[in-house]
């Protein structure tokens, strides 16, 4: 990969993205100051596969024998992953790869072509494809998607994710029930206007996926500033920031939860999280992609997972400002019941309107509260 | 496609209480924890005949529903997402991110399972709840002193007697405004017993125009078909 070709494709990306929020950019007040620039730190994550120039190609025989191979392989695995550790079975991987031939291929028709190939035209199927990898890396791709549970998302360098597309590489990979979170702010701004201005945060950001969503549902009135204790997770969060075009409008900040936000206590309009809440001793038993493959430290909430959500709910009282919102990501039914009884026990009269909401599935796995306005 | 329709006929709700071991479940937003299980791979199945509910529907207010913007039809669907047995959350990464949408006042159900986002997933099983809402819900027509609504003026040729002139181009199947007009003229086709003649008549068109402007969309004929069916008369084709 030449170092000039992911800069260009890198600003091509950008102008894209930033048609489509010309009017939050309009809507910006622009006074933000420059923050300590963690946003151009040198290195930079790979580029997500579907956004790579296609540089490589093949005879569409070559790519249907790959696709054979990899579609018998996916094929193998039945439902041994499911009965292992409730990994994904064969339909799930087949989907996958139909998505992978999406994000490698130039030319969107051989995704169906694939499928549906028949071998009656040699001449046809001698013609080139052009693809973003090569044949030999497709194949590899595929045997550490199988052979080592590498997550189907780091594979192909990205997840969708709401209306976002975003690099993922080496982060906690944004689920869809964390999509609610975004629905949840959205709600509450369109609520109280005066909310969508001011400072949101988003602490341990990881892929930024959850600032870049809130903040575009700030229409650009508000900032957000988002943390995380790792430097690979401010690195991706950075590029997924420009590749949207926000970064006038999202300081990120390297440190743990809080600590670098000193100069915004009692200041934010609200606060976001969703922190790792996995109790230590279920992490074994995760998913092999899960497990084996994210940061540990993304999902590990120590011994009952809620060491992380009391220190984030203890100091919301703090760094809130009158009338400011929380939402954040818990494991379930039980840490949701846990935390509002703990936060009506120890913040009675301060943080108040305690609600757990459910996600898409049903279960209970966000609460959300207010600072008191004095009266 | 008849093997997804067999799947989606197989999803029951079931009035368990509790979580079933399974591969797969249907969970409903909300705390209900009613669960639609699922038989077989839903996986499998493509993009075509996203939809179940059989016959038109005679409800007064099917007009209104055109209308709604997405968070108010929202409001009355249920929404059912696909999901594996666990915990969720930080636990899983299946990217099972299918959604089905029961819009309840009808009971007509749309999905959409083939983009990666949930998000996604969830818009675009709501456009195609409102193509299923054009389709299958009948409004009466006066035919008394029947005169065409703007939305079904709009998607007719040009060349029709009853087309004003400032009614602008016509409006073609891939135009959401498309979907109103498909369902004031399915209306007027239901009221007058599927006779394309008739229906000529009422709108200015000879019967053969009538006859292209259905076949111009997919979706159209075969509702049109339904109708004609269920009058004992020939489908179109």
Not at chain 1, 50 to 73: E, V
Not at chain 1, 353 to 374: C, H, M
Not at chain 2, 104 to 129: C, F, M, Y
Request: glycine share 8%; charged share 25%; proline share 6%.
């Amino acid at each position: 990969m030449g170092s000039a070709v992911p800069l260009q494709l890198h600003s091509i990306g950008r102008g894209a993205m930033r048609l489509s929020i010309s009017r939050a950019y309009l809507a910006a007040p622009h006074r933000v100051r420059p923050s300590r620039s963690i946003c151009s730190s040198s290195s930079k994550p790979r580029i997500p596969l579907f956004l790579r120039p296609p540089n490589y190609s093949a005879t569409l025989t070559d790519l249907q024998k790959w696709h054979d191979w990899a579609k018998t392989l996916s094929s193998s695995v039945g439902s041994s992953f499911v009965d292992a550790d409730n990994g994904p079975d064969s339909a799930l991987l087949h989907r996958e790869l139909k998505w992978l031939v999406e994000d490698a291929v130039e030319d969107k028709s051989i995704s169906s072509e694939l499928r549906t190939n028949s071998e009656q035209n040699h001449e046809h199927n001698l013609r080139n494809v052009r693809l973003k990898v090569g044949i030999e890396e497709l194949y590899r791709l595929w045997k550490q998607r199988i052979h080592e549970r590498r997550p189907f998302q780091y594979i192909v360098g990205c997840e969708h994710w709401r209306d976002l597309i975003l690099s993922v590489e080496g982060v906690l990979i944004p689920r869809p029930e964390t999509e609610v979170l975004v629905d949840l702010v959205a709600e509450v701004v369109s609520d109280n206007e005066a909310l969508r201005e001011g400072f949101w945060v988003d602490l341990g950001t990881g892929s930024g996926a959850i600032a870049i969503a809130i903040c575009r549902v700030l229409e650009g009135r508000g900032r957000v500033i988002a943390t995380d204790l790792s430097p690979t997770a401010l690195t991706v969060a950075g590029y997924n920031v420009q590749r949207y075009g926000l970064q006038e409008l999202i300081e990120l900040r390297q440190g743990s939860w809080y600590k670098p936000l000193r100069d915004v206590v009692g200041k934010l309009s609200g606060i976001i999280s969703n922190p790792p809440y996995i109790p230590s001793d279920n992490i074994v038993g995760l998913q092999a992609e899960v497990g084996k493959h994210e940061p540990r430290v993304a999902l590990d909430g120590g011994t009952n997972g809620m060491d992380e959500l009391i220190h984030l709910c203890d100091e919301a009282a703090v760094m809130l400002k009158p009338g400011g919102f929380f939402a954040f990501e818990t494991n379930g039914e039980d840490q949701s019941k846990y935390l509002v009884k703990y936060v009506e026990d120890n913040h009675r009269g301060r943080l108040c309107d305690l609600k757990i909401v459910s996600d898409f599935a049903g279960i209970p796995r966000f609460i959300t509260g207010f600072l008191n306005e004095p009266l | 496609m008849a093997t997804t329709n067999m799947l989606w006929k197989s999803a029951k709700i079931l009035s368990i209480p509790v979580p079933i071991a399974s591969n797969g479940r249907w969970g409903r937003i909300g705390c209900t924890f009613r669960i639609h299980q699922f038989e077989g791979s839903f996986f499998s199945n493509s993009l075509r005949s996203n939809c179940s509910s059989s016959s038109a529907i005679s409800v007064w207010k099917g007009k209104e529903y055109l209308i709604l913007s997405d968070e108010e039809l929202m409001r009355q669907c249920e929404m059912d997402t696909f999901k594996a047995s666990g915990p969720g959350g930080q636990h899983r990464n299946k990217r099972e991110s299918a959604v089905r949408l029961k819009h309840i006042p009808t009971g007509i159900t749309a999905q959409a399972v083939e983009d990666r986002s949930q998000h996604k997933n969830r818009a675009s099983a709501l456009a195609r709840l409102r193509a299923q809402l054009a389709l299958k819900v009948r409004n009466p027509v006066n035919l008394e002193d029947y005169s065409p609504p703007p939305e079904l003026l709009q998607i007719l040729p040009l060349k029709s007697t009853i087309r004003p002139p400032g009614c602008g181009p016509q409006i073609g199947p891939n135009n959401s405004k498309f979907l109103p007009g498909m369902q004031s003229l399915l209306d007027l086709i239901y009221t007058l017993d599927g006779s394309i003649s008739d229906t000529a008549k009422y709108i200015g068109l000879t019967t053969g125009a009538v006859s292209r402007l259905i076949l111009s969309d997919d979706s159209l004929r075969m509702a049109v078909n339904d109708i004609r069916i269920s009058k004992g008369m020939k489908p179109l084709k």
